[in-house]
């Protein structure tokens, strides 16, 4: 789940490493690819076969995750349609979307105007 997943990445930058393995899951792959996107991740990667694939990511220690939060959870899903979609922190942060579409940032959901499910934000 997506939320373990941005837990072992904040805590891997805590700890000063340079690079993290985790467990692949597609959805933790697609929010990868959107935060490697934006600048927080140098490179994201897909290593292994089935069993015992892994996602690779190689930190950038000059943006790092200074914070996050969950908004959805299993027992509170919240939806929000593209008007609604606001900047966090300012412009600073990031809102990551899973729409029909995929899973998205805020800004490429407002975009191409689609709403969803709010996963969580990050800055």
Known sequence: MYTDFITRIKNAQDAGKSFLKAPYTKMDRFVAEVLERKGFFKKVEV?????????????????????????????????????????????????????????MSGSEARKKKIGGQILFKIW
């Not at 995750?65 to 900047?87: V, W």
């Open 47 to 103: 290593k292994g076969r089935k069993p015992k694939k892994v996602i690779k990511i190689v930190l950038n220690s000059s943006h790092p995750i200074r914070g996050f939060k969950f908004l959805s959870k299993p027992s509170r899903r919240i939806y929000k349609g593209c008007d609604e979609l606001k900047p966090v922190k300012g412009g600073h942060g990031l809102l990551v979307v899973s729409t029909s579409q995929g899973i």
